[in-house]
């Protein structure tokens, strides 16, 4: 019999059919038998799931939070209730960590509907932001795109650069060195690859994780990170010209009147965590009496101020 870590992949690999790269990539730098829960029937893994640790910027505070992925059931054993019985050993397991939220991005739409029933709810939305390639540009003489290819990155100040510019939005999941490290790879596996634009004295003012969808002539950006608009802008045009592409598409937080598409869900493992730093950062708009006896799904979206859109999440390996 395969080992446990041979099945789950095998589950893998048949439940999600992803790219052969990609498999080796998450199960030699992502996967850990310790982040993994598994239900058995007659000694095979027929359902897995991981949780992997992240960690929660939270309008400045630190909080420990899960993501669960590679939620997979064999399509032979589906219906059968094995998954249901997976989360909630997942809840047991979430806790037992400490974990105060736990999120998680539905593979498909209908999965929307299905995580509900577990007591999710939809937190983190995504909107396009897109810039067409200008017949004329201004180009400052100071600013320069580079490609950052592995060995040569210098990871370091890559993510001294990607945690700084996280971290002043609302709300969102920090990204280890390693992280980072994963995220690279998986993008110049799929093409792309990720772009910072520099000054003479080689500091960086942009970052931007790139697609290339060479049949359209277009990029997508999974996560765009820049100083102001006019660097942006700049940015965009010199990937554009790169790219010899005609229009960037970049995901970006809903917190405009732009059209939003709901991206991910969350629930709460410890209500009270998020409850005290919400009314830290909201003072006098409600007690802690009057948040505990909420629906605990309107209580998730309250405490991650999903009506303001405030929410992120970008570089998941979804």
């Not at 640790?53 to 094995?82: A, D, F, Q």
């Not at 540009?137 to 210098?154: G, Y």
Request: glycine share 4%.
């Amino acid at each position: 019999m395969n080992s446990r870590k041979e099945q789950v992949i095998d589950l893998w690999r048949t439940c999600f059919g992803d790219p052969e790269p990609f498999i080796r990539l998450f199960f030699e730098q992502v996967y850990r038998d310790e982040y993994t829960l598994t239900w058995e029937r007659k000694g095979r893994v027929v359902s897995a799931l991981q949780i992997l640790p992240y960690t929660l910027c939270y309008y400045g505070e630190m909080i420990p939070v899960g993501y669960i992925c590679g939620v997979s059931t064999l399509p032979e054993e589906r219906g059968k209730g094995y998954m249901k019985q997976l989360m909630a050993q997942a809840e047991v397991e979430l806790k037992r960590r400490g974990l105060a939220l736990a999120t998680l991005i539905p593979a498909e739409p209908w999965l929307f509907d299905y995580y509900a029933r577990m007591g999710y709810t939809t937190t983190f939305d995504y909107a396009w932001k897109s810039y067409e390639l200008a017949e004329r540009a201004e180009s400052p003489t100071d600013l320069f795109l580079q490609a950052e290819r592995l060995p040569d990155a210098d990871l370091p100040a890559l993510h001294t650069y990607l945690d700084r510019k996280l971290r002043e939005r609302p709300i969102c999941l920090l990204h280890t060195v390693a992280d980072l490290k994963v995220n690279l790879i998986d993008f110049w596996q799929s093409g792309g690859g990720l772009f910072t634009l520099r000054d003479t004295a080689k500091q960086i003012s942009g970052m931007a994780f790139v697609l290339f969808e060479a049949e359209i002539h277009e990029l997508l950006i999974k996560e765009w990170l820049t100083e102001d608009e006019s660097t942006a802008h700049h940015f965009a045009q010199l990937l554009l010209r790169h790219f010899q592409a005609k229009r960037v598409l970049i995901k970006s937080p809903a917190t405009t009147a732009a059209e939003r598409h709901p991206f991910a869900m969350a629930h709460l493992v410890d209500p009270d965590v998020l409850c005290r730093a919400w009314l830290r950062h909201h003072p006098g708009a409600a007690s802690m009496e009057e948040l505990r006896a909420m629906p605990p799904q309107l209580l998730t979206q309250l405490v991650l101020d999903y009506p303001q859109r405030a929410a992120f999440l970008s570089l998941m390996l979804d």
